[in-house]
């Protein structure tokens, strides 16, 4: 296990120019944005406006914070996605644009390059423990609450509000505690 702390990620700007994401994690350690086989990452959305395109790359999107955004795809019918919105999949080479709700949003990004990655991002709400299975190539746990207790392999270590834990390999943990987190699972493609 190792935990990634959000205090230490990256920031970096929008491949269009229109905001700021913090990068959660990236594949291989240090990819850019034409490279990367996956990436994790936070984005706050702070006004209307396209989202930058990634030729080949699959995307899936959850809303952390705010009141939520309406995305027009490319193709597809108008989406619109809350807090309480399961996490939505999409390619991020398709036109898109976002439409705020309210006011602005941060948002979980998880893209992986078709071909070469593939990806699943789940939310779950924990009130007590709940166990989860690994069995990918690496799977992440991102804390979207208060503070949890993650447990494996003979370690427990605490999360806190949008900190990461990585996994690598099958692994069976626990969390427990109060609140909500995202398990992203990453497979070679």
């Known amino acids: 296990m190792q935990v990634l702390r959000a205090a230490n990620y990256r920031r970096m700007p929008w491949k269009n120019g229109g905001g700021e994401?913090?990068?959660?994690?990236?594949?291989?350690?240090?990819?850019?944005?034409?490279?990367?086989?996956?990436?994790?990452?936070?984005?706050?959305?702070?006004?209307?406006?396209?989202?930058?395109?990634?030729?080949g790359v699959e995307r899936t999107l959850s809303v952390l914070e705010g009141d939520?955004?309406?995305?027009?795809?490319?193709?597809?019918?108008?989406?619109?996605l809350t807090p309480a919105s399961a996490p939505y999949k999409f390619a991020a080479d398709a036109a898109t644009s976002a439409r705020l709700i309210g006011g602005p949003i941060l948002d979980l990004n998880v893209m992986t390059r078709r071909g070469r990655h593939g990806h699943v991002v789940t939310r779950h709400k924990i009130e007590g423990e709940l166990t989860l299975a690994a069995g990918v190539d690496r799977a992440m746990l991102i804390c979207a609450g208060e503070t949890v207790l993650a447990?494996?392999?003979?370690?427990?270590?605490?999360?806190?509000?949008?900190?990461?834990?990585?996994?690598?390999?099958?692994?069976?943990?626990?969390?427990?505690?109060?609140?909500?987190?995202?398990?992203?699972?990453?497979?070679?493609?």
Do not use: C, K
Not at 27 to 53: C, H, K, N, Q
């Open 151 to 189: 447990s494996g392999q003979g370690v427990n270590v605490e999360i806190g509000r949008y900190d990461a834990l990585t996994l690598d390999g099958a692994q069976e943990f626990r969390v427990t505690g109060i609140g909500e987190i995202f398990a992203v699972e990453l497979n070679a493609g």
């Open 21 to 55: 994401t913090s990068e959660i994690a990236v594949y291989p350690a240090g990819a850019g944005l034409e490279t990367f086989g996956w990436r994790v990452s936070m984005a706050r959305i702070a006004s209307d406006g396209p989202f930058s395109a990634f030729p």
């Open 68 to 80: 939520g955004v309406v995305l027009e795809i490319e193709g597809r019918e108008a989406v619109r």
